[in-house]
């Protein structure tokens, strides 16, 4: 069975600091990957996705990126964090064509 | 204008009390309607995948239907384990990546 991990679960950070948040899926390959972020009150909202390693696209511009150095981990960065980034971060696959996605347990970031 | 918006934000339960949740979508050619559920701190997890009107589909207590323009998530005799925030979503149009778009959910309290 497949399986996604997602670290650290939670992470306090100061304004200006680096960001690093890993995704990682067992049990499949070549799957589609998911980068959202869920703030409070605003729902989900997808930052980047990725269909194969080395290919990115993003939803939404700002201060993060994300990256895919092996087939079934996806990265998402940033060089300098914002207050705004605070949120919880939730990674994703999918495989089949009823695009169905299914979520890590998440990464709640606190930017102070 | 958002693609899908979920009625009501919030509902409250008594143990026992059945009761809908509401989706509605404004995307034309629909390629699937997904529910899911949302412990607090957690991922979403996957519930069903509608595809057609008059589709339904059931698990334990709950029941999703769809019609046209909308999609209803049925709660029978709900307990108070049934207590999540319920969200539902669809592929946004031209999207061929299998990409969804997400309501702001329905947080349900389900009371003993």
């Known amino acids: 069975s497949q399986t996604i991990h997602q670290w650290p679960a939670t992470l306090v950070q100061p304004v200006g600091s680096p960001l690093s948040l890993e995704c990682t899926v067992e049990?499949?390959?070549?799957?589609?990957l998911y980068w959202y972020r869920q703030a409070a009150g605003r729902g989900l909202q997808l930052l980047f996705y990725?269909?194969?390693?080395?290919?990115i696209s993003s939803e939404v511009p700002q201060n993060l990126s994300a990256s895919r150095p092996q087939d079934r981990q996806f990265i998402l960065s940033s060089k300098k964090l914002l207050l705004s980034d605070s949120g919880f971060y939730l990674c994703?696959?999918?495989?089949?064509?009823?695009?169905?996605?299914?979520f890590g347990p998440g990464t709640r970031l606190l930017v102070l | 204008e958002d693609q899908v918006t979920q009625s009501p934000e919030a509902l409250r339960l008594q143990e026992g009390e059945s009761s809908s949740l509401n989706c509605s979508y404004t995307?034309?050619?629909?390629?699937?309607l997904f529910w899911y559920r949302q412990d607090p701190g957690k991922g979403p997890e996957f519930l069903f995948t509608?595809?057609?009107a008059g589709e339904e589909k059931e698990k334990e207590r709950l029941k999703a239907t769809l019609t046209k323009k909308e999609s209803f998530l049925h709660i029978t005799a709900p307990k108070p384990e049934d207590s999540a925030t319920y969200l539902c979503?669809?592929?946004?149009?031209?999207?061929?990546?299998?990409?969804?778009?997400f309501g702001k959910g329905t947080m349900l309290l389900v009371s003993p």
């Open positions: 994703a696959w999918s495989k089949d064509s009823s695009g169905t996605q299914y």
């Open positions: 509608l595809y057609s």
């Open positions: 979503a669809v592929p946004p149009p031209n999207s061929g990546y299998s990409t969804l778009t």
């Open positions: 990725s269909v194969g390693i080395g290919q």
């Open positions: 995307v034309s050619g629909l390629r699937g």
């Open positions: 049990g499949t390959s070549n799957p589609n």
